[in-house]
Structure formats: structure tokens, C-alpha cells
């Protein structure tokens, strides 16, 4: 793949401007932070649930729970895919139950993720609502499903894919969007 082939939509700076803007956002919408929890979907929708934790801690002074969900069962697509499914383990050391959850994912893209996030939080417990918010929403929805806290939009097209870089997996923080490689 050539440099011309992929364009940076994000650095480091602005990741850490777009998450403390949605966490100035959540605590904005949720006056009751005290019942709030975030869940992460595996892999960096889990770390920038942490990053917002951290944020809303500098912000308010409250420790907000979060919790990782792995939704490789839930997936709809589990039996188009010809190699076994690696099955990671889902951590929330909490109930859910009535409590205000903020679901968090990296790229939000044709739903298809988040509608087996639901899926899977529903087999946790009930929460009193779900909110989803995620770093970058691509558009290309194939359900009806809808952010409520956007770091950034941006336009695609379906020959295109946003790589989320995260220090914590890859040792930078940078959004990419780059063609999709023929297979």
C-alpha cells in the first residue's frame, strides 16, 4: 500500500481533544453520574472507554465503572466466517441492571457491531438506558442505529476503511483512512 493510499483524519492531539469534548458531553446529558458505567467493546472501544473514564475523573472528581464486552458471539456474521471465532472474555465486575450505560466503540460503521453489543449487554442484565458513544462514525449504516456521542464524522466510501492506531495496542494515536485491500 503507497503513502498516497493513506491520509491521517486524526493525530494524537486531536483523539485527546475529541475525547474530553464527549466526556464533557456525557456528564452534560447525565446530571446523575453516580449511576453512569461505560463498556467498552472489545478491543479499542475498551481503551477509549478508559480514556473517557479518566477524563470524567479529571472533570467531576467521580470514578466512573468500565467494563469490557467481547461480542464475537453476538456477531451476525459468525457463520460466514470460515476460521474458528477467537472468543475473548467479557468483564463487567458490575450490574447493570437499571443503571445508565455509554457503550463505547472505535469506528461506528454499519451498525452491524453495536446492534451485537446490545445483544450481548441484554444477556448482562437491563439497564435503565444505553447511549452509544464512539471516536469516529463513517456513515454506511446498514441499521438503524445512531451515535450519541461523535468524535469525529467523516465521509467514506465502502472501498475505503478508518484504522484506529491506539498507543495502548499499536504505540501511536492516529485515525487513518485507507483503501481496502483486494483480496
Do not use: C, W
Not at 479518566?54 to 476460521?83: C, E, F, H, M, W
Request: glycine residues 4%; proline residues 3%.
Amino acid at each position: 500500500m503507497t503513502h498516497k493510499d493513506k491520509k491521517e483524519i486524526m493525530d494524537k492531539a486531536e483523539i485527546e481533544q475529541a475525547l474530553i469534548r464527549i466526556s464533557h458531553e456525557i456528564i452534560e446529558r447525565n446530571k446523575e453520574i453516580e449511576n453512569l458505567v461505560l463498556i467498552g467493546i472489545r478491543t479499542r472501544g475498551v481503551y477509549i472507554a478508559r480514556r473517557i473514564a479518566t477524563s470524567i475523573r479529571q472533570i467531576k472528581v467521580a470514578d466512573i465503572p468500565v467494563g469490557v464486552l467481547d461480542i464475537t458471539l453476538y456477531r451476525d456474521d459468525l457463520r460466514t466466517n470460515s476460521d474458528q471465532p477467537i472468543i475473548h472474555k467479557t468483564d463487567i465486575p458490575f450490574s447493570i441492571m437499571d443503571k445508565r450505560v455509554i457503550l463505547v466503540d472505535d469506528v461506528l460503521h454499519t451498525g452491524r457491531s453495536t446492534r451485537a453489543a446490545l445483544d450481548g449487554l441484554m444477556s448482562v442484565g437491563r439497564p435503565e438506558f444505553i447511549q452509544l458513544a464512539v471516536l469516529i462514525d463513517r456513515g454506511h449504516r446498514e441499521l438503524p442505529i445512531q451515535a450519541d456521542y461523535v468524535g469525529k464524522n467523516i465521509s467514506t466510501s465502502k472501498e475505503e476503511m478508518v484504522r484506529v492506531m491506539l498507543e495502548e495496542e499499536e504505540t501511536v494515536d492516529r485515525v487513518l483512512l485507507q483503501k481496502r485491500e483486494k483480496l
